[in-house]
C-alpha cells in the first residue's frame, strides 16, 4: 500500500512541476511581448526542450525520490542542486543552437519557475507529513530484538508521527512479560516468528537490531526479506552509546568496506573549502583595502594618545588542528603581565578609554583580518582562545577540542548568538563549544554569509556582552 502511494505522490510533484514550468514559460513569454516577434516553431521547439531537459535533469539528481525522514531543509538543498543542473543544461542548449531565442525570457522563466516550485514541494511535503501524522498513509513496521538501542530507535519514530511509520511490535527470544516489564514494549513473539507474522501482516519493513553475533539469523531475515518484498534495515547496536553524541553518522566505502564516522564535516569537502577560502581572501582584502586602510591612522593616533604602549597587541593562540599562531588585535589595555592568563572582565581596570570603545565595536578585531588574509584564520569559525584557556578547558568542557577541526574565525555562531566575552563561567564556555560544533556540522556558504550580516547588525544595534 504505501510503496504505491509513493509512487503516486512522485508522480504528483512531477505533473505539477511541469505544470508550473509550462506556466512560467508562457507568462514570461507573454510578459516581455515576445508573441508577435517571434514565429511560433521556436518557441515549440524552446518549450519542448525545458519540458524535456526538466525531465532529465530531475531523473538524474533523483528529485523526486520519496524519503519519510528526509526534513524541508534537506528538500530545499536537493531542490536547489536539481535547479542548477536544469540551469546548466539550457544554457547549454541555448549556447549550441544560438537560435533566436530571447535570455531574457529563458532568465524569467527560471526564477518565476523556481520560486513556484519551491512553493509547491515545500508545501506539498508539508501537508504529506500532516497527513501521515495524522493517521494515513504509514508503513508498518516490525523491530527484531529488544535493547537499550531498539528501545531508543522507536521512540524515536512515535516521537516523529510525520514520518509515517506504525510500530507494530518487537520480537525477542527473551522472555516477553520481563521484556515489556523492563522496557515497556509490546513483544509479539520470538525472533523464530517474525517470518511467519510479517507475511501475515503484510509487514513494510523490519528493522533488525540484533547484535553482530547474531549473523546468521541477520541474513537468513535479509534473504526473508528479499524474498517476500519487503525492506530490512539494521539498527547497529552502537548506536545507543553515541546517541547524542553527533547529529548525523556517515558511512563511507574503502573499496567495499564501510567505515562509519561521527560526525558529518561540509569543510573535509576540498570544494567546501576552496568556496569558503576565497570568501575570506576577497572579503578581508576588501575590508583591509577600504576600512581598515583609513581607519588605521585614526584608531593608531587615538592609542598612543589615550595610553603607552604599541598600537597593536598580539597574542599566541590555538588554530585550525591545535596548531598555535599569533593572533593579531589593536591594543585595548594598558601594558600588563597578565594579558596572556587573565581574560578581560566587565569593569576591568586594564581595559583603556580607547579600548573600551573599540572592544564595544569589534573595532579592535580589524587587524585580525591579516590573519584570514594569510590563511591562519578565517572570517567566520570558532573564536580562537589564548594557549592557557585552551589547556584549561579542554579538561574539564565536553567536545571543546573538537571546535578545533577548523580554522578559528573572526567572528562565529556562537558570538551572534550572544556566547561571547566572558567565559570564566564553564556552562558559558558550553554554550559556546555547542554553537561551534553545530557550525562545523552544518557549513555553508549561505551560514556564512548570515553570520557576518548578524554580526554588522549587533554591531550597529550593540551587544551587551561587549566590553
Given at each position: 500500500?504505501?510503496?504505491?502511494?509513493?509512487?503516486?505522490?512522485?508522480?504528483?510533484?512531477?505533473?505539477?512541476?511541469?505544470?508550473?514550468?509550462?506556466?512560467?514559460?508562457?507568462?514570461?513569454?507573454?510578459?516581455?511581448?515576445?508573441?508577435?516577434?517571434?514565429?511560433?516553431?521556436?518557441?515549440?521547439?524552446?518549450?519542448?526542450?525545458?519540458?524535456?531537459?526538466?525531465?532529465?535533469?530531475?531523473?538524474?539528481?533523483?528529485?523526486?525520490?520519496?524519503?519519510?525522514?528526509?526534513?524541508?531543509?534537506?528538500?530545499?538543498?536537493?531542490?536547489?542542486?536539481?535547479?542548477?543542473?536544469?540551469?546548466?543544461?539550457?544554457?547549454?542548449?541555448?549556447?549550441?543552437?544560438?537560435?533566436?531565442?530571447?535570455?531574457?525570457?529563458?532568465?524569467?522563466?527560471?526564477?518565476?519557475?523556481?520560486?513556484?516550485?519551491?512553493?509547491?514541494?515545500?508545501?506539498?511535503?508539508?501537508?504529506?507529513?500532516?497527513?501521515?501524522?495524522?493517521?494515513?498513509?504509514?508503513?508498518?513496521?516490525?523491530?527484531?530484538?529488544?535493547?537499550?538501542?531498539?528501545?531508543?530507535?522507536?521512540?524515536?519514530?512515535?516521537?516523529?508521527?510525520?514520518?509515517?511509520?506504525?510500530?507494530?511490535?518487537?520480537?525477542?527470544?527473551?522472555?516477553?512479560?520481563?521484556?515489556?516489564?523492563?522496557?515497556?514494549?509490546?513483544?509479539?513473539?520470538?525472533?523464530?516468528?517474525?517470518?511467519?507474522?510479517?507475511?501475515?501482516?503484510?509487514?513494510?519493513?523490519?528493522?533488525?537490531?540484533?547484535?553482530?553475533?547474531?549473523?546468521?539469523?541477520?541474513?537468513?531475515?535479509?534473504?526473508?526479506?528479499?524474498?517476500?518484498?519487503?525492506?530490512?534495515?539494521?539498527?547497529?547496536?552502537?548506536?545507543?552509546?553515541?546517541?547524542?553524541?553527533?547529529?548525523?553518522?556517515?558511512?563511507?566505502?574503502?573499496?567495499?568496506?564501510?567505515?562509519?564516522?561521527?560526525?558529518?564535516?561540509?569543510?573535509?569537502?576540498?570544494?567546501?573549502?576552496?568556496?569558503?577560502?576565497?570568501?575570506?581572501?576577497?572579503?578581508?582584502?576588501?575590508?583591509?583595502?577600504?576600512?581598515?586602510?583609513?581607519?588605521?591612522?585614526?584608531?593608531?593616533?587615538?592609542?598612543?594618545?589615550?595610553?603607552?604602549?604599541?598600537?597593536?597587541?598580539?597574542?599566541?593562540?590555538?588554530?585550525?588542528?591545535?596548531?598555535?599562531?599569533?593572533?593579531?588585535?589593536?591594543?585595548?589595555?594598558?601594558?600588563?603581565?597578565?594579558?596572556?592568563?587573565?581574560?578581560?572582565?566587565?569593569?576591568?581596570?586594564?581595559?583603556?578609554?580607547?579600548?573600551?570603545?573599540?572592544?564595544?565595536?569589534?573595532?579592535?578585531?580589524?587587524?585580525?583580518?591579516?590573519?584570514?588574509?594569510?590563511?591562519?584564520?578565517?572570517?567566520?569559525?570558532?573564536?580562537?582562545?589564548?594557549?592557557?584557556?585552551?589547556?584549561?578547558?579542554?579538561?574539564?568542557?565536553?567536545?571543546?577540542?573538537?571546535?578545533?577541526?577548523?580554522?578559528?574565525?573572526?567572528?562565529?555562531?556562537?558570538?551572534?548568538?550572544?556566547?561571547?566575552?566572558?567565559?570564566?563561567?564553564?556552562?558559558?564556555?558550553?554554550?559556546?563549544?555547542?554553537?561551534?560544533?553545530?557550525?562545523?556540522?552544518?557549513?555553508s556558504f549561505l551560514l556564512d554569509v548570515k553570520i557576518v550580516f548578524l554580526t554588522v547588525w549587533n554591531m550597529v544595534r550593540?551587544?551587551?556582552?561587549?566590553?
Amino acid at each position: 500500500m504505501s510503496r504505491r502511494y509513493s509512487q503516486f505522490l512522485e508522480l504528483i510533484f512531477l505533473v505539477g512541476d511541469i505544470v508550473l514550468l509550462n506556466a512560467a514559460y508562457l507568462i514570461s513569454l507573454a510578459a516581455i511581448g515576445r508573441f508577435e516577434r517571434i514565429a511560433a516553431q521556436p518557441i515549440i521547439n524552446l518549450l519542448v526542450v525545458v519540458n524535456l531537459s526538466w525531465f532529465f535533469v530531475t531523473k538524474v539528481a533523483r528529485y523526486y525520490e520519496s524519503n519519510r525522514l528526509e526534513g524541508l531543509d534537506r528538500i530545499a538543498l536537493r531542490f536547489l542542486r536539481t535547479m542548477v543542473l536544469f540551469v546548466l543544461v539550457i544554457a547549454l542548449y541555448e549556447l549550441a543552437i544560438k537560435d533566436h531565442y530571447s535570455r531574457e525570457h529563458l532568465i524569467y522563466t527560471v526564477s518565476m519557475f523556481s520560486v513556484l516550485a519551491l512553493i509547491w514541494r515545500l508545501a506539498g511535503d508539508t501537508v504529506l507529513k500532516r497527513y501521515r501524522a495524522a493517521g494515513y498513509n504509514y508503513r508498518r513496521v516490525i523491530v527484531v530484538g529488544v535493547s537499550p538501542t531498539s528501545v531508543d530507535f522507536a521512540k524515536q519514530i512515535q516521537k516523529h508521527d510525520e514520518y509515517g511509520f506504525r510500530i507494530m511490535g518487537f520480537f525477542d527470544n527473551g522472555d516477553p512479560s520481563d521484556l515489556e516489564v523492563k522496557y515497556n514494549v509490546d513483544v509479539q513473539g520470538s525472533i523464530d516468528e517474525v517470518q511467519a507474522y510479517a507475511v501475515r501482516h503484510n509487514v513494510d519493513e523490519i528493522y533488525c537490531a540484533l547484535p553482530a553475533s547474531e549473523e546468521e539469523t541477520i541474513t537468513d531475515l535479509i534473504n526473508f526479506a528479499d524474498d517476500h518484498v519487503m525492506r530490512i534495515r539494521i539498527v547497529p547496536e552502537f548506536s545507543h552509546y553515541l546517541y547524542g553524541q553527533a547529529k548525523r553518522l556517515n558511512i563511507e566505502y574503502y573499496g567495499n568496506m564501510p567505515v562509519v564516522t561521527f560526525r558529518q564535516e561540509p569543510l573535509e569537502s576540498l570544494g567546501n573549502r576552496a568556496v569558503k577560502r576565497a570568501f575570506d581572501f576577497g572579503f578581508s582584502l576588501f575590508v583591509l583595502l577600504f576600512v581598515f586602510s583609513w581607519l588605521l591612522p585614526i584608531i593608531a593616533l587615538l592609542i598612543k594618545l589615550n595610553s603607552k604602549g604599541p598600537v597593536f597587541f598580539k597574542q599566541k593562540r590555538t588554530g585550525e588542528n591545535n596548531e598555535v599562531f599569533t593572533c593579531w588585535k589593536f591594543r585595548t589595555m594598558t601594558v600588563n603581565k597578565d594579558s596572556d592568563a587573565v581574560q578581560a572582565k566587565r569593569g576591568d581596570a586594564r581595559i583603556t578609554k580607547v579600548g573600551a570603545v573599540l572592544r564595544k565595536t569589534n573595532l579592535d578585531e580589524l587587524p585580525q583580518f591579516f590573519n584570514v588574509l594569510f590563511g591562519q584564520m578565517s572570517v567566520v569559525g570558532p573564536r580562537p582562545h589564548m594557549l592557557k584557556h585552551t589547556e584549561e578547558y579542554s579538561k574539564i568542557v565536553d567536545k571543546f577540542m573538537v571546535r578545533h577541526l577548523i580554522k578559528p574565525g573572526i567572528t562565529g555562531m556562537a558570538q551572534v548568538m550572544g556566547y561571547r566575552g566572558d567565559t570564566s563561567d564553564p556552562r558559558l564556555m558550553e554554550k559556546r563549544v555547542q554553537y561551534d560544533v553545530w557550525y562545523l556540522e552544518n557549513w555553508s556558504f549561505l551560514l556564512d554569509v548570515k553570520i557576518v550580516f548578524l554580526t554588522v547588525w549587533n554591531m550597529v544595534r550593540g551587544d551587551k556582552n561587549a566590553f
